[in-house]
């Protein structure tokens, strides 16, 4: 009995197409749903620094501009209101000395025994020195006493200065009177006649004469250094 023989088939198969799996499809979701929220994320914080950003320029724009009014407006008070100088000597010793700083207030009335911020009518330095005689008015010093118009008047400031003087034996102010200092008997309109509180050294109305109004640049009220020091005038 003869047997067929079997010829096997020259056709290809085809391949088999492989199936995405429910967990493929799942990876391949949140590789995506990850992706947006990166993408998302990376966006926010972009904007976050722009918005960062923004505002630290608006800030600095603000600070710069408010910084230069600041500037220019105590440019102008220091000009027309206050300045804050600096003490140079010891010719306002006990009151004031070298390296304090002082508030003078430029609009200040003028009154006897204020101190005042002038220009010195020869060196032109600008100095501090204290207001004795008013425009109007005659003085002279006896025995350590001051004399305004033949009236006496107390100098509290200078008490303690006095009284060593005296125990030392010689007059803490010599003795002179006005006409004898400066050739005139009385104060001239608008002038001030000054003097120092270091009265050993005559380096005020007694050698160069009254101050003018105009050469008055204000009244010291404040010294405001040092911190420890401070005292109203």
Known sequence: MNKKKTIPSTKKRPKKRKRSTTASIHKRSNEKNIKKVKRKRQSQQKRKKRRTRKRVQRFLIELGITTAIS???LSFFRLVIFTVPRVGGYSMTM??????????????PIKRYDLIYFIHPFTKE?????????????????????????????ERFLATS????????????????????TGKSMVPKDSYFVMVDNRMYETDSREFGFIQVSDVIGVVKLKWFPLHQMQKF
Do not use: P
């Open 95 to 108: 009151a004031l000395n070298e390296g304090d700083r002082l508030f003078v207030n430029k609009l200040a």
């Open 71 to 73: 500037l220019l407006l």
């Open 162 to 181: 006095i009284t060593q003087a005296a125990k030392e034996d010689h007059l803490y102010t010599n003795d002179f009177t006005l006409l004898e200092k």
């Open 126 to 154: 600008k100095v501090i020195q204290r207001v004795i005689g008013l425009q109007g008015e005659s003085l002279y010093y006896q025995n350590d006493q001051l004399f305004i118009d033949g009236e006496m008047k107390n």
